[in-house]
């Protein structure tokens, strides 16, 4: 349990020379200060709001304090479970997405299709909330985290192993006879996977991988309540970079194998053998059994609608629907690379290898600089910025590259966008794992991850929709016709940039977080929360309609 005091400089005397025991201090007595109690096993321990002083109570001993400090050492075996998850998902993801980036291509999916192909792998995030709730709610054996971590990855290991036994995975490259530069196009088996059957995978894939990924969450969120203020963020920003470490790994290897005979065999086969490897330390993960949930079902869903209600809550994560549902892409942007300026599958998974790595730097760049910045301040410049960039994408539909190779003009547009995004996920993560309450961790740092997981699904499902607008089809652009490309590039951007005008609704730091619920606003909004939970599962329905529509009845809403 979790809970904050404000005491007055004389009062800090008073602790010191009260029977408690002083066992940090850095000579900061100057003004008002408060101190957080962290109940742990009996024993209180209490950090003031620099993450100076800790102080302990006469009755608990130093031994107590010393395991609670190794909560957040995570490279303990008891702990290296949690790192080593997000690190193994990064793994996945750059096995998979690699081949998700080309494979569709190569089997005719449509534009529509690719792009909710995409989708649907990272849909299942949308469901976090559910699963961060069983897990609280709903203990096996007595554990709330690491059952449900295993059985996420039985989930991915087995839709795996379906694709494998079921599927011709191999691929035939035969010359291409439209032009004589020796290109090859793919010529996919009798028994390739259909785009529905392939789509329907992954999706239960990343049902299993999404589902590890909550309890890790979940695990990092209760740990989070160990840091102090000026080390909050630092268990997250470790945990992300490993991830983003994981993908960077695995990007160009997977790119390599895809390129072989039987490269997605080998792919798939791959992902279903990753998972085994954490196996082992997720059995050391040391976790407290339970008898009795500290909050039953019915007390969880009434403490996530007080959270929901709170306008320290509502406010900053309307801000974060409202952005990610805004990032609107060009969906037919995949398609125009491909055919419309002959980019190979090695080219489109560069691009995303360049962008996963510099989305990483991104996240190291915050951690060393941008740290002491203020989060609305980083917002405005990322959002900007990105605007730009956007823009650029003109430029090279135009080929007006300043003489630059086209493969080389967008690998620096789409870079710096994945660049400025990785600058912007640290302050996301750190403002969600703020707003936790004790005792429901799961089920609401879940709920504050899926909110921007179903707004960037509907953002998805929007993308498919501006299609329909103008011609953008495969035919239309290799004709050499652009213009309606052009047109929704300009739309896209427009559409990316309007979240500056609710920026006012983000929180400059922790600290500001903080004075939310202390300071002059209303404490409480049944409307605001109301709004704010209809807006994420209202999302969460449609996405989810337009993503199966999509793939089951391509060109159901007219789009090429």
Not at 362 to 390: C, D, H
Not at 418 to 443: H, K, R
Request: charged fraction near 15%.
């Amino acid at each position: 349990m979790v809970s904050s005091t404000k005491y007055s400089k004389l009062d800090r005397q008073g602790f010191l020379g009260d029977g408690h025991r002083k066992l940090e201090h850095n000579d900061k007595d100057e003004g008002d200060f408060e101190l957080s109690t962290i109940s742990e096993g009996g024993t209180e321990i209490f950090q003031d709001n620099g993450g100076v002083d800790i102080i302990q109570k006469a009755d608990a001993s130093l031994e107590d304090i010393e395991n609670a400090k190794q909560k957040i050492q995570l490279w303990r075996l008891k702990n290296l479970a949690v790192p080593l998850c997000y690190f193994t998902i990064g793994l996945l993801q750059g096995i998979i997405y690699p081949m998700l980036n080309v494979y569709p291509l190569d089997l005719g999916a449509t534009e529509a299709q690719q792009t909710t192909i995409w989708f649907l792998k990272g849909f299942p995030s949308c469901f976090k909330i559910l699963f961060g709730f069983l897990s609280d709610s709903v203990p096996i054996f007595g554990y709330r985290r690491k059952p449900y971590m295993f059985i996420g990855w039985m989930i991915s290991i087995a839709s795996m192993l379906v694709l494998l036994l079921t599927s011709d995975l191999s691929l035939e490259r035969v010359a291409s006879g439209e032009s004589n530069t020796g290109s090859e196009v793919v010529v996919p088996p009798v028994n390739a996977p259909s785009v529905l059957s392939l789509s329907f995978i992954f999706f239960i894939w990343a049902i299993g991988v999404w589902w590890a990924d909550v309890i890790a969450d979940s695990l990092v969120a209760e740990k989070c309540k160990y840091e102090t203020d000026a080390d909050r963020g630092n268990l997250q920003v470790r945990c992300y970079a490993l991830r983003g470490i994981g993908v960077a790994v695995m990007v160009p290897i997977s790119s390599f194998t895809y390129n072989t005979h039987y490269g997605p065999w080998y792919i798939i086969l791959t992902s279903a053998t990753i998972p085994l490897f954490h196996l082992p330390f997720l059995y050391h993960l040391q976790e407290t059994r339970v008898v009795v949930p500290e909050f039953s079902a019915q007390e969880q869903l009434q403490q996530l609608w007080k959270t929901a209600c709170s306008s320290a809550v509502w406010q900053p994560m309307m801000f974060i629907f409202t952005y990610g549902l805004l990032i609107v892409s060009n969906a037919a942007w995949r398609e125009f690379l491909k055919s419309g300026l002959g980019f190979t599958a090695d080219q489109l998974n560069a691009l995303l290898f360049v962008g996963g790595a510099l989305s990483v730097l991104g996240v190291a760049v915050y951690k060393f600089i941008l740290i002491r910045w203020s989060w609305r301040t980083i917002f405005i410049i990322g959002i900007i910025f990105n605007g730009v960039f956007s823009l650029l994408q003109i430029l090279l539909i135009r080929g007006q590259t300043f003489g630059l190779d086209p493969f080389l003009f967008s690998l620096g547009d789409e870079g710096v966008m994945d660049f400025l995004l990785g600058t912007q996920l640290i302050p996301l993560a750190v403002m969600m794992v703020n707003l936790v309450p004790p005792g429901i961790e799961g089920a609401s740092y879940a709920l504050f991850t899926t909110t921007f997981n179903a707004a960037s699904g509907v953002s998805s499902a929007l993308s498919t929709v501006l299609l329909g607008i103008w011609d953008v089809s495969k035919e239309t652009m290799k004709a050499g016709d652009l213009s309606g490309l052009t047109k929704l590039t300009f739309l896209t951007t427009a559409i990316q940039v309007t979240p500056l005008l609710l920026v006012k609704l983000v929180p400059h730091s922790v600290s500001d977080m903080k004075q939310l619920k202390t300071g002059g606003l209303p404490s409480s909004s049944t409307l605001g929360g109301s709004v704010y939970l209809l807006c994420v599962f209202l999302s969460i329905i449609f996405a989810l309609f337009i993503g199966i529509m999509n793939v089951v009845s391509p060109g159901w809403m007219g789009e090429s």
